[in-house]
């Protein structure tokens, strides 16, 4: 079983950059795929990037992240990150990291899950 806890979110400018963290603990955290998603509100929770099982684990990304968005993992440290660039005040969202069995786009296919942490773009 993998516990995962976000942080690095916070308030920052349109253009800006954050650099989102996932500390999981668990033995098995190198043999999880790992993606990011994010919930506005009034939304339904919506996948942003995701890296497979590897020592370069393949990547993948939404289309409205694409170019921006980086993700990436060290299974030395039990971390996943986000590095998010040129922000836009659309990607205001609280942004989860899950933990699931294979490289996947869809929410109900990972099972562990953060507590999530806000993201706020401003205009």
């Known amino acids: 079983q993998v516990q995962l806890v976000e942080s690095g979110g916070g308030l920052v400018q349109t253009g800006g950059s954050l650099r989102l963290s996932c500390a999981a603990s668990?033995?098995?955290?190198?043999?999880?795929?790992m993606g990011w998603f994010r919930q506005a509100p009034g939304k339904e929770r919506e996948f942003v990037a995701a890296i497979g099982i590897g020592l370069s684990g393949m990547t993948v990304y939404a289309d409205s992240v694409k170019g921006r968005f980086i993700i990436s993992r060290d299974n030395a440290r039990n971390t996943v990150y986000l590095q998010m660039h040129s922000l836009k005040p659309e990607d205001t969202a609280v942004y989860y990291c899950a933990a699931g069995g294979i490289l996947e786009t869809t929410a109900g296919s990972y099972h562990y899950w953060g507590l999530g942490t806000q993201v706020s773009v401003s205009s």
């Open positions: 668990g033995r098995a955290f190198r043999n999880y795929a």
